[in-house]
Every structure is written in structure tokens, then in C-alpha cells.
């Protein structure tokens, strides 16, 4: 239903909050378009430790930055974050692969997130909706409890370790079920402590295997580290106090006795429910940055399975290629878009920390990755990369009297605050008024014309670096695919740019993508 492209420039402050830019569009009625986005757990207290520990605030890491790897060892004992996706640990082949990637920094004392193996967090959530309605004797023998349960013993197994480090686990999922099935429904906070189990199993395999290895390691469940969030279960935030909570509780613990820590990716413990939260789906990352923040770490790397954060989904088109730079602010702005690349919320601890961020493929070790930062040179970068983001719900409001009048925009607004709709972009208009200056979006449109796409919306972002075009579902991968072909696999950027620099200059400093559904 829609295509968005999107322009590099000066980025708004809060790349999550929806983007509410005034656009034009053809035709005289005011309309706007709304996309609709659609406990191990309770009682547990953070855990407490005897020994005196030596507390770094935020602020105070903040500071050090700019200090050399020797001497941040030497302050907090890490230097850097390194978070593996669920592809990154799908398996005990993979397992190997990343704990002989760690072991290849030597030079590094890093704090390792994990994902949930493979597909898990999926597994987990279809086996709790299907033991809803299985019936209690029957949920013992849902497939998904199966799958998840070969393969983690199978991983187990391959790996050399013992079946006891996830069996009690295993056991207790398989309670959680009945449990499930016995009350017939699946409440948000249940779905969380349900999905908690695949980081909880993940982090326990490698911390063991690389023990086995010989490098100490550390398992830790972030909701026990203090990970403190929202009770906004299956989305929650993470609160402030986490920063200092989880630095006291990561460095205490390796003054006392290093051993390179192993933390669960997503998960948190709700400040007033007490019970175990989850970020959002992908919400490793954001674990990640989070704690690159609490630390002051050097560099937060994200390790996924492919060359970094791409022109566009790899699914879509195969012809993707690798960004080398982005900002925070493009970063964010592209997760918050669809890039499902990256959390949404990940950039901002590391926007606040100053620490830099590298996205970079654990298959593929050699290729350079995406290195996000505060700012980068701008100057070249016309068109950044394309997103498509489904499930978009365009409404038109049309009303004959609004020419002049004040407080329709409020009223309109109030209703999706009552309903809790986040809207992503918002064009409205009273004449025509439709401006096709730029060169890019000139492109855009000769390229969705030639393709016979008919464009149903278009806003550009308060920020300039985005613009989004809302097309129909149906051809919104055709759009991502010639709009790919034609900005990134033609060379327009190059020539664009030899034409920007002397004819319009603001547009140099544009880069864009698209999105759409
Ligand atoms: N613009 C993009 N750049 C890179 N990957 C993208 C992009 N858009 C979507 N993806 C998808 O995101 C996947 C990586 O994200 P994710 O599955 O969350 O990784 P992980 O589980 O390793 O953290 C890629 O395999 C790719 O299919
Ligand atoms: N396992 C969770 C959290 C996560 O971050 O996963 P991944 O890093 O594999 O996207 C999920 O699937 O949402």
C-alpha cells in the first residue's frame, strides 16, 4: 500500500516517535493517511553480591570514550559488546563458529549477548498459542515443544556438555503449557516469561561450551542483573536505572572472579510486576546497546548473517548491497521504518553512550560490516538505502470545510491517542500543492511510472531525510526493485551527485529509501 523514500540530512531528535510531516497530494480535500502498526518470573530481587563493588555511573564512563583499549581493560574490565543473533547460534556447528570468532580478539574482554537459537522465540510463541486450545493432556505433545526440545539437546550433545544444563528448563516449559492449556489462554505477561526460555537455554549452552574451551565464562539472565523495564509486557522499555544496576553487577562480578559475561538478549525484569519483560521482537540488540552504555565499552558490534545493514531486504532484492556508513539517526530512522535489520529502539544507548555501533555477518568475518556513528561525511551520500514496511493502513479524511479552519488536525489526532494507533506518516493539504523539485524524487517518479505504479500518498519527513510513498501491497517489491535498480545499480548516485553539486546543493546532503506495502 505504500513506498516511502528516504534522504540523509539532519535527522529528528526521536527517530521512534511517529513522523508527522505536512506533505501535498493531488486533489483539493485536506486528507492525511495513517499508517497503523499495527517468572522464573515474579518475586525474584536483583541479585545481591557480598563483595564491595566499584559502581561507574553512566555519566562517568561517558567520559572515557576516547581512552585506549589498555586503559578501559584496566577501568571496567570489557572493552567491547559483541551480540549474536538467533541465525548467528542456530546450531552447534554455529556455536563453534562464534565462540572461535570470540577467540579470535584475544586483544578484546568483551560482554557477549545471545539471541534465542535459530527460530525458538517463533517456536515458543506458536507452541503457547497452540496449548490454548490443545487441551492440557495434549500439550506435551505440541510439535513446536518437540522442535525446540531436539534441538537443543541435539545441540547439547554435538557440542559435548552435559543434557542438565537445559534439561530443567526443558521441563519447566513443558509445565508452563499445561499451564497454559489448563487456563486456556495466553496473557501477554505469560508470553514473555514463555519466550524468556530461548535466551535462558541459548546462554546457558555456550557459557558451558566455553567453559569446556577453557575460557571462563559467565551465564547471567539480564532480568537478574538489573535490567529494569516498563511492565509493558512483549514491548517494554528499558528503564534509567538499568545503567548503573547492570555496570555494578557486570564489573563487581569481574573484579571478584573475571569470567567473560554471557547475557540473555531481550529480556528484562518489569519495575513494579517484578516479572520477567520482554523488548520487542529483536530486542537483543537493544540488550546489546544497553549495555555498551552501562560499560562505556569501546564499540557495540551486532554479529548477524549478513554484510551489515543492506540497500535494502535482501529478501526483497537480491541485489542488496552493504551501507559502510550511517549515522545513528538514519540507523533508527530505518529500524523504526521496517529495516527489520536492527531493533528499533537499539540506537538510542548508543546515540547517548557516543559509542559506535558495527553491524557485521558472523558467516561472513571479513567482510567490512556497517559502522554507525554520530555523524559521518555527507557530502557524497545522496540516497541511503529502501524500505518497505507492510501492513500500513492509509485512511483519507476528507472534509469540506476545513479550508481555514483550526483544531481539525487536534480533533482528528485525539481519536488515534484514544484508540493508541501510532501513525508513521501524515500528509495533508487544502490545494494542490504538490512539489517534485528534487532530483531524486523526479527519479523516483519516472521510474514508478515506467512501472505503471500509481502512487497513493507521499510525505516527507520533518527531518528531510526521509520521504515515503505509499503504494499498493501488491506492487510494493516491484517498486523496491526498480527503485534499487535504478538509484544503486546505475550509476545515478554518482552522476546525481556531479549534477547536485552544481545546481542544488541541499540535495547532496539527501539520501533516501523506500518502504512500502
Ligand atoms: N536493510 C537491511 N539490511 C540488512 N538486512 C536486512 C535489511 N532488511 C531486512 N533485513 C533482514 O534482517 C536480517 C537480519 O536481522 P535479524 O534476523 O534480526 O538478525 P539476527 O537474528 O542475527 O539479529 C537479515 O537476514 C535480512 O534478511
Ligand atoms: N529472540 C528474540 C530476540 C532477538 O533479538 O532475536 P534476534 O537477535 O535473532 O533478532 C526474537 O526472536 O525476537
Known sequence: MAVVLRFPGVARDSPAAPSVGAGSRLGREP????????????????????????????????????????????????TVVMKFGGSSVASAERMREVADLILSFPEETPVIVLSAMGKTTNNLLLA?????????????????????KELHIRTIDELGLDRSIVSGLLDELEQLLKGVAMMKELTPRTRDYLVSFGECMSTRIFAAYLNKLGKKARQYDAFDIGFITTDDFTNADIL???????????????????????????????????????????????????????????EIQVWKDVDGVLTCDPNIYANAIPVPYLTFEEAAELAYFGAQVLHPQSMRPAREGGIPVRVKNSYNRRAPGTVITKTRDLSKSILTSIVLKSNITMLDIVSTRMLGQYGFLAKVFSIFEDL???????????????????????????????????????????????????????????????????FFENGFLSEAEGDDLQQNGALVNSNGGTYGN
Not at 495513517?34 to 518475586?43: E, I, S
Not at 503457547?128 to 515443544?145: D, T
Not at 512539489?435 to 528531510?464: P, Y
Open 128 to 148: 503457547g498459542e497452540k496449548a490454548v486450545s490443545c487441551g492440557a493432556s495434549n500439550a506435551s505433545e505440541i510439535p513446536e515443544l518437540a522442535v525446540i
Open 240 to 298: 534509567e536505572a538499568t545503567y548503573p544496576s547492570v555496570a555494578k553487577m557486570l564489573q563487581g562480578d569481574w573484579i571478584d572472579d573475571p569470567a567473560i559475561p554471557i547475557v540473555t538478549g531481550f529480556l528484562g525484569k518489569g519495575w513494579k510486576s517484578c516479572a520477567i519483560t520482554t523488548l520487542g521482537r529483536g530486542g537483543s540488540d537493544l540488550t546489546a546497546t544497553t549495555i555498551g552504555k552501562a560499560l562505556g565499552l569501546r
Open 31 to 78: 486528507y492525511f493517511a495513517c499508517a497503523a502498526a499495527t517468572a522464573r518470573p515474579g518475586g525474584r530481587c536483583l541479585r545481591r553480591r557480598g563483595l564491595v563493588v566499584r559502581c561507574q555511573s553512566g555519566a562517568a564512563v561517558l567520559k572515557k570514550g576516547a581512552a585506549s583499549v589498555a586503559a578501559e581493560k584496566a577501568a571496567t574490565g570489557f
Open 420 to 486: 493508541g494507533i501510532s501513525v508513521d506518516c501524515v500528509a495533508t493539504s487544502e490545494v494542490r500543492n504538490v512539489q517534485r523539485s528534487s532530483l531524486i524524487l523526479e527519479k523516483a517518479f519516472n521510474v514508478l511510472r515506467r512501472n505503471g505504479v500509481n502512487v497513493q500518498m507521499i510525505s516527507q519527513g520533518a527531518s528531510k531525510v526521509n520521504i515515503s510513498l505509499v503504494v499498493h501491497d501488491s506492487e510494493a517489491k516491484q517498486c523496491v526493485q526498480a527503485l534499487h535498480a535504478a
